[in-house]
């Protein structure tokens, strides 16, 4: 930081990663909290020897000094530095200044690697909120603690697990993708086993990592290791809870895992958006830029990203006027970062790569643009929010209703209703031409009688068969 920077700082307000404190009278006691909030937070300075006033025109920042500077300075870094004070060593940086012929002293304090970092006297733990610091709350703690393991912990191999956790009609879709978009990585020569070690589904060792089972793994093999797993998405009549007419028209029903989970959410938001009908597997060429598009980029990085072991599930909202993805777990940059960067970092990298292998995500961290792409189609921003326990990102609808507003939500009514929940049913069936028709139900959210009755329409039309018997057969769509 140079001088200029400083004083231009002091001009501000605070920040949430700049604060200054008094030290005519010494070292000052709330400085340990801020090196703690600091470390466990974004990093940030501390400034020593300015204190704020009080004028007409409202606060400001006026250097009071510091004597014998020298000494603080060394009192500060040897207790940063010698675990006294915190349970971990502090490093840091300290620039001198001098502000109307007084000493001011400015502390660098980085993100610590070794956090949670505590005041080591009581076992308190401080983060940074706006412009504060505040005690961490148990949930939050916790959360530092899963964060200092950001991009790692998912790939830990997890205990006992094997390729029997592994969902094969899950393995089966996700292959059909492979053949259409990346025949590269298909390897049709190789049985359900040898697949799975081939693109590290299973690792060298046997087992599956954390990624790879909350991606392709049965449900129980899931749940026995991580209860909370849920991708919740929920359409909601209304601008709010409050003004929806009812509570919700569709939530989805809990799906094996996150590909499959994936698959039936881009099914359903097709319903909000623009979405021409494509054929093809993802429901859209490989250069298709439609609002689609942005939500299924959106919608990868909100599976990759999530903090998994979290208390806390991820949740996707569909308001009458925007789409909220809401996922526990901060974002690895700040929110206003997220336009002026490229960085690809996702706190789970396996999922992240077995959403590259069949082209449905972005490589290097370029996938933001086209998720801010929205705005360009839509006239409306796309906001981020981020605090250390939640991260979320928002994407308002444009103001004319698309196709499928109003019939979207439950199950359509009347021969046009009929005619879309149809192509839907179409649609899933080219992902997996073995899927059965209880699964069709459980993914289209329709009765069974229904599924039963869309297939009798499609097959007398001409436009659907059956190949082999109920069991072991598939369909033909003509």
Known sequence: MTKEELLKRLNDVE????????????????????????????????????KEKKGEAGNYYQACGIDNIEK????????????????????????????????????????????????????????RTGSGDVLASDLEVDAIVRDSAFGSRSEMEV?????????????????????????????????????????????????LSYGSLLMFGKRDSILRVLPNFWLDYMEIPGNSYRDASQRYTYR?????????SFQLIMHRLRNFVDAPYVEGPDMFGTEDNSRLFC?????????????????????????ADR????????????????????????????IIKFFRYPKLSENAGYGIDKIIKWEEL??????????????????????????????????????N???????????????????????????LGFSLRKVNRLISALRKSGKLDRIGKTKGGYWIIK
């Not at 921003?381 to 109003?406: C, M, Q």
């Not at 005619?419 to 028709?437: F, G, S, V, W, Y």
Request: net charge negative.
């Open 72 to 127: 603080m300075e060394q009192d500060i870094v040897t207790t940063l530095r010698s675990r006294s004070k915190f349970n971990a060593v502090i490093s840091s940086r300290a620039y001198r200044f001098k502000i109307d012929e007084k000493d001011v002293i400015a502390f660098e304090i980085p993100v610590s690697p070794h956090k949670p970092v505590a005041i080591k006297s009581t076992g308190e733990v401080y983060i």
């Open 378 to 415: 839509t006239g409306n921003e796309v906001t981020f929010e981020s605090d250390l326990l939640i991260s979320t990102v928002t994407y308002p609808f444009a103001k004319e209703k698309s196709r499928h507003a109003e019939s979207s939500n439950g199950e359509n009514n009347g021969e």
């Open 323 to 350: 789409i909220i993805m809401q996922n526990p777990g901060r974002f690895i940059l700040d929110a206003s970062e997220f336009r002026s960067r490229v960085l690809s970092m996702p706190r789970n990298p396996s």
């Open 295 to 319: 939500l299924r980029e959106g919608l990868v990085n909100f599976c990759a990203h999530a903090d998994y072991f979290a208390a806390a599930h991820p949740t996707i909202r569909v308001f």
């Open 417 to 443: 209703g009929e005619n879309i929940d149809a192509k839907k049913l179409l649609e899933l069936i080219k992902l997996n031409p073995h899927i059965t028709q209880p699964q069709l139900s459980v993914k």
């Open 159 to 207: 205990a006992g697990s094997g390729f029997e956790d592994v969902n094969l009609e899950s393995l089966a879709s996700y292959r059909s993708y492979l053949r259409d978009y990346n025949r590269g990585l298909s390897y049709p020569d190789l049985d359900e086993a040898a697949f799975c070690k081939k693109i590290n589904i299973v690792l060298g060792s046997g087992k």
């Open 15 to 50: 920040w949430d990663d700049f604060e200054v404190k008094d030290a005519s009278g010494g070292i000052p006691k709330s400085m340990w909290e801020t090196v703690s909030a600091f470390s466990n937070s974004a990093g940030g300075w501390i400034i020593l020897g300015v």
């Open 252 to 260: 989805m029903p809990e799906q094996e895992n996150i590909w499959e």
